[in-house]
């Protein structure tokens, strides 16, 4: 079977970085990505990764060591509008497992 | 705009009732797929669909069933058998899941309550 871990909390300040971390164990691996989910509200897609290394796009970077099963999400200069749930997901045989989601607080 | 469209918003389910939660996308995707999520938890596969006419159980399939007979609709139904229906159904789709990255586009959702 398929299981992901992530913390389930993460408390940060504004403007501060914080890195959120997924480890997997799966059959199959294709990639990880990560979605943002508002309370209430639908995920949104926010990086992928295929290969080892680092992604980037704007404020959010996303890293992926498949020898160790292992990737993080990186959020930089914190905003109040980050306070959200994030998701890792494992892309595999044609479908996705998700993680149970890290609720990240952005305090002022 | 393109998009995924979800109905109802809300739903309440009288019991031993079959209820059905439509789901329909105009983004040309070729894959869909149906998740639960409970308060604070993550999303657990229902039922996916890689092509019409075809789909496959997800990890938590008991009590529910689906159909795809047309590309732009997978709807879910929340059987009688499903005796703890409560909760966030999220329908996605996305290009074909072949190795390489397709993330998936959701739906607003519809919050399932029994009555």
């Known amino acids: 079977g398929q299981s992901l871990e992530q913390p389930s909390e993460v408390t940060a300040v504004e403007g501060a970085i914080v890195q959120i971390n997924c480890t997997y164990q799966t059959s199959g691996f294709y990639g990880l990505s990560w979605y943002q989910q508002h309370d209430g509200g639908a995920p949104t897609f926010l990086s992928y990764n295929g290969l080892d290394g680092l992604e980037e796009t704007g404020r959010f970077s996303s890293f992926l060591s498949r020898s160790d099963s292992y990737g993080y999400l990186l959020l930089q200069e914190l905003q109040m509008k980050d306070s959200a749930s994030y998701f890792c997901?494992?892309?595999?045989?044609?479908?996705?497992?998700f993680g149970d989601g890290t609720t990240l607080t952005v305090k002022p | 705009d393109g998009g995924i469209t979800q109905s109802p918003k809300y739903l309440f389910r009288k019991e031993g009732q079959n209820v059905t939660l439509s789901c329909e996308q105009n983004l040309n995707h070729d894959a869909m797929y149906w998740y639960r999520q409970d308060p604070g938890q993550g999303l657990r596969l229902i039922y996916y669909s890689q092509i019409v006419n075809d789909f496959q159980k997800g990890d938590i399939a008991e009590g529910y069933s689906v159909s795809r007979e047309k590309k732009e609709s997978f709807p879910l139904t929340v059987t009688s058998a499903q005796k703890n229906p409560t909760a966030f159904y999220l329908c996605?789709?996305?290009?074909?899941?072949?190795?390489?990255?397709?993330?998936?586009?959701f739906g607003d959702g519809t919050r399932l309550s029994i009555l």
């Open positions: 997901a494992v892309q595999h045989a044609g479908k996705s497992t």
């Open positions: 996605a789709s996305s290009p074909p899941a072949k190795g390489s990255n397709q993330p998936q586009h």
